[in-house]
C-alpha cells in the first residue's frame, strides 16, 4: 500500500511560480509511474502531468506545456510539479497519483492509477 501526501499549494497571484511536492512512502516508489492531476470547482478531474518511472518520460497537457516541469528524486520517493507562469485557470485542487502499470496511451488517464494522495489547493488570483 502506498502512501502519496502533496504539499506546496496556496495561494498566489497571476504570473507568480509553484513547487508542488508529492512524497510516497509503503511501496517500491521507483517502480511506479507518477501523474498529477486537478479538479476545479464544477468540473471534472483533469491530467495534468506524469512522468514515467524513470523519468526518462514526462506527458503534460497542452494548457500547461512550456510552464509547468514534472520530476522526480527516486531517492527521496518524491515527485514535484514545478508550476511557473500560473494563471486563474489553473486554481484547482492538485493531486497526485501512483500507477503500478501503464503504457504511453493510459499514462494520461486516472482509472490507470491505483494510488491517489489528498489534493493540495492551489488557487491564482487575477
Known amino acids: 500500500q502506498v502512501q502519496l501526501v502533496e504539499s506546496g499549494g496556496g495561494l498566489v497571484q497571476a504570473g507568480d511560480s509553484l513547487r508542488l511536492s508529492c512524497a510516497a512512502s509503503?511501496?517500491?516508489?521507483?517502480?511506479?509511474?507518477m501523474g498529477w492531476f486537478r479538479q476545479a470547482p464544477g468540473k471534472e478531474r483533469e491530467f495534468v502531468s506524469a512522468?514515467?518511472?524513470?523519468?526518462?518520460?514526462?506527458y503534460y497537457v497542452d494548457s500547461v506545456k512550456g510552464r509547468f516541469t514534472i520530476s522526480r528524486d527516486n531517492a527521496k520517493n518524491t515527485v514535484y510539479l514545478q508550476m511557473n507562469s500560473l494563471k486563474p485557470e489553473d486554481t484547482a485542487v492538485y493531486y497526485c497519483?501512483?500507477?503500478?502499470?501503464?503504457?504511453?496511451?493510459?499514462?494520461?488517464?486516472?482509472?490507470?492509477?491505483?494510488?491517489w494522495g489528498q489534493g493540495t489547493q492551489v488557487t491564482v488570483s487575477s
Open positions: 509503503g511501496g517500491t516508489f521507483s517502480t511506479y509511474a
Open positions: 512522468i514515467s518511472w524513470s523519468g526518462r518520460n514526462t
Open positions: 497519483a501512483a500507477a503500478n502499470s501503464y503504457s504511453a496511451y493510459s499514462i494520461y488517464l486516472g482509472a490507470t492509477y491505483d494510488y
